[in-house]
């Protein structure tokens, strides 16, 4: 007996028989939602979060009891890391097997639908982080119906037949999947893992045909519905129109502006972050979306990426952020800005970050400077897979000098519950001054139409190298960020709208204490 590969619930676990399920709606309760007009992802502040980790129960009912703190922070969107089954109970998420149903010890189909509902009650979109790139190691019997697989795998497990002989039903099955999540649970788009391992060759790729297939059932169900492309790419014809030649996809990830905004503030150099630092780069990678854009890049070793059209592809195709479950959890020790930075410093990411023309996106607790890490975890069932994925985790981390002993056991449970969020830490001390500045930050990119306009071509970003001050400009608003250790003045002055730390405005300049920054507005012309 083998599960179906299209159930929505596993009830038993993915080595186990699959159980029926109907949408609600058609032989069961109605839905609550059924007024949800639905909103556009573009400019939104998006709320990255892993279910299991969000809550002590780690249930979608648990974490709807949080969604009115995401509401009063100012958050649109909730972005879950994938919640399709995969084996054991703990884990991101990523090695999932059964992509059409929803991880039981998370609450199950029902579950999920009772969170999406809530969130529509509160007006607060949802997207469901899906993955059609590989499929885990623990539970795949996709081969055992048909040629699912590729000859192709790639870093995370076995590789999907997208171009293959006898593909068109394996495409089928990507794109029913992920308009399942969109009619049947009410999700309101799609984050989409790694979309430069889906290798195809076809003259129409899959991701085009996957994009087209969305804006159908946007028309179908009269609400809009997004799909966001996670690539390293730096390829803008993933977000450009159709009708431009591009795929259509809404949005996309940019690890670039994460990478300038973080080295500038950190100092941190290693790996992939060697070719920024400097405020040249991040001013640049401000005003132009990507830093690498056909340019050479050292850690690749040569020309990557290709530039994108600013006068025709709105800043809001383009995620920022300042940490995310990747930037964190594959650090050795997995932690967050919040172990190595100051108060300050953070700020003045979030201000970069939540400031600019990008759709933003946040981690889970990062706005109140959350102390617990975000650490690799998994609990395969089989014991040699299990110690594989041990053994494979310590051996990528000694290559960069990391005792073995030092790097977290993915497997020990106790790497998954340090994981979990403290609630406690946002009501107290600096944690709390945090997460007053994000909530007031938020606000103010809500509230201000200057931070509305998605034109790259009218932001400006002035710096000063020796002196490690950064100014953002937003129509008449000005973000001046201080990011040395000594106090330095800015050339800027205007009516002081939000800070970290208190300025000194001048007539012609302001003064920002070290690792701070000032929010300004322009004086109005004579």
């Known amino acids: 007996m083998l599960p179906d590969p299209r159930s929505a619930r596993q009830p038993d676990g993915v080595h186990a028989r699959s159980q029926r399920w109907e949408p609600p709606g058609q032989f069961g309760a109605a839905r609550t939602d059924t007024g949800w007009p639905g909103r556009s992802v573009e400019g939104a502040v998006i709320y990255e979060l892993h279910i299991g980790t969000f ?9 709807i009891e949080k969604l009115d703190y995401l509401v009063d922070l100012g958050i649109d969107f909730v972005e879950l890391m994938p ?10 998420g990523y ?9 039981e010890p998370y609450g199950g189909p029902d579950g999920l639908v009772r969170f999406i509902d809530a969130c529509h009650a509160r007006r607060l979109g949802v997207l469901i982080d899906a993955v059609f790139n590989h499929l885990g190691p623990s539970g795949n019997y996709l081969p055992r119906f048909g040629p699912y697989l590729s000859s192709a795998s790639n870093p995370w497990g076995d590789g999907i037949n997208i171009a293959g002989a006898d593909s068109d039903e394996v495409r089928h099955y990507i794109i029913d999947c ?7 649970f009410h999700a309101d788009g799609l984050r989409l893992d790694a979309v430069h391992a889906l290798v195809d060759t076809t003259a129409v790729h899959v991701l085009e045909e996957l994009a087209n297939a969305t804006r159908w059932l946007s028309g179908q169900l009269g609400r809009p519905l997004s799909l966001i ?10 977000i450009t129109r159709p009708s431009h030649g591009g795929y259509g996809i809404t949005a996309q990830w940019n690890d670039d502006i994460h990478h300038a905004i973080h080295t500038a503030v950190s100092g941190e150099r290693q790996g992939y972050y060697a070719d920024f630092g400097s ?15 056909g340019t050479y890049s050292s850690f690749r070793r040569r020309r990557h990426g290709r530039a994108l059209d600013t006068s025709a592809i709105p800043a809001t195709r383009l995620l920022a952020y300042t940490c995310t479950h990747d930037q964190v959890g594959n650090r050795a020790l997995g932690d967050r ?8 410093q953070l700020a003045i990411k979030a201000a970069l970050t939540l400031g600019s023309p990008y759709t933003a996106m946040l981690f889970m607790g990062e706005e109140w400077g959350a102390s617990s890490p975000f650490q690799f975890f998994c609990s395969h069932p089989e014991p040699e897979l299990a110690h594989s994925t041990v053994a494979g985790r310590k051996e990528e981390f000694a290559e960069h000098g990391w005792a073995a002993d030092d790097i977290p056991d993915p497997q020990d449970p106790q790497t998954f519950q ?13 944690h709390a001054r945090l997460h007053r500045f994000y909530r007031d930050l938020i606000a103010l990119r809500h509230n201000e139409a200057d931070l509305a306009d998605p034109w790259l071509d009218h932001l400006m970003v002035d710096y000063d190298e020796q002196q490690r001050w950064v100014v953002m400009r937003r129509g008449q608003l000005m973000i001046a960020c201080n990011l040395g250790a000594e106090p330095t003045c800015v050339p800027v002055s205007g009516e002081l709208v939000l800070a970290w730390e208190s300025p000194i405005i001048g007539d012609n300049s302001t003064e920002l204490a070290a690792y701070s920054l000032a929010i300004l507005r322009a004086a109005e012309p004579a």
Do not use: I
């Open 95 to 103: 090695d999932g097997v059964l992509w059409y149903s929803v991880h």
């Open 337 to 344: 800005p919040s172990q190595y930075l100051t108060g300050g």
């Open 229 to 238: 492309a996670e690539t390293d790419r730096n390829d803008p014809r993933l």
């Open 55 to 63: 809550t002590t129960a780690g249930t979608f009912d648990a974490a």
């Open 279 to 293: 405020l040249a780069t991040l001013a640049y990678t401000l005003r132009n979306g990507y830093f690498h854009a």
């Open 178 to 184: 992920a308009l399942r999540w969109m009619r049947d």
């Open 418 to 430: 340090r994981c979990k969020l403290n609630w406690a830490e946002a009501g107290s001390g600096e």
């Open 83 to 92: 919640v399709n089954s995969f084996a054991g109970t703990r884990g991101w």
